[in-house]
C-alpha cells in the first residue's frame, strides 16, 4: 500500500506563488503521479501529471503557470503554482497509479489508484 502525504497549502493572494509538496512511499520506474484539485460544489479535475520519464501532462487552465516536478531520491512530488488566481482555490490532492505507466501522462482520474488527503489552497482577489 502506497501512503501519499500533501502539505504546502495555505492562502496567499491573487499573482501570488505557492509550492505543494507530496512525500511518497513508493515510487517505482515508469510511475504516474499527478495533482488534482477540488473546488466547492465541483468535480475533481485533473491539474498535472508526469511520468517516469519526466513527461508531462497540464489542464488548459493551468499551463505556463504551475510545473509539476519529482525529486526521485526523496520521492517527493511538487507542484509549483505562480501566478495564482483565486479560481484557483480548492483542495488539492496528490495521486500515484496503481501499477507502472506505459501510455501518455494522464489527468484523468481512473489512472490514479492512490490517493493523499489533500492540503487546502486559497486565493484572496
Known amino acids: 500500500q502506497v501512503r501519499l502525504v500533501e502539505s504546502g497549502g495555505g492562502s496567499v493572494q491573487a499573482g501570488g506563488s505557492l509550492r505543494l509538496s507530496c512525500t511518497t512511499s513508493?515510487?517505482?520506474?515508469?510511475?504516474?503521479m499527478g495533482w488534482f484539485r477540488q473546488a466547492l460544489d465541483k468535480e475533481r479535475e485533473g491539474v498535472a501529471a508526469?511520468?517516469?520519464?519526466?513527461?508531462?501532462k497540464y489542464a488548459d487552465s493551468v499551463k505556463g503557470r504551475f510545473t509539476v516536478s519529482v525529486d526521485s531520491p526523496d520521492n517527493t512530488l511538487y507542484l509549483e503554482m505562480n501566478i495564482l488566481k483565486p479560481e484557483d482555490t480548492a483542495m488539492y490532492y496528490c495521486?500515484?497509479?496503481?501499477?507502472?505507466?506505459?501510455?501518455?501522462?494522464?489527468?484523468?482520474?481512473?489512472?490514479?489508484?492512490?490517493w493523499g488527503q489533500g492540503t487546502q489552497v486559497t486565493v484572496s482577489s
Open positions: 495521486a500515484e497509479a496503481l501499477r507502472r505507466w506505459f501510455s501518455p501522462p494522464s489527468l484523468a482520474r481512473d489512472a490514479f489508484g492512490y
Open positions: 513508493g515510487v517505482y520506474s515508469r510511475y504516474l
Open positions: 508526469i511520468r517516469g520519464d519526466g513527461r508531462t
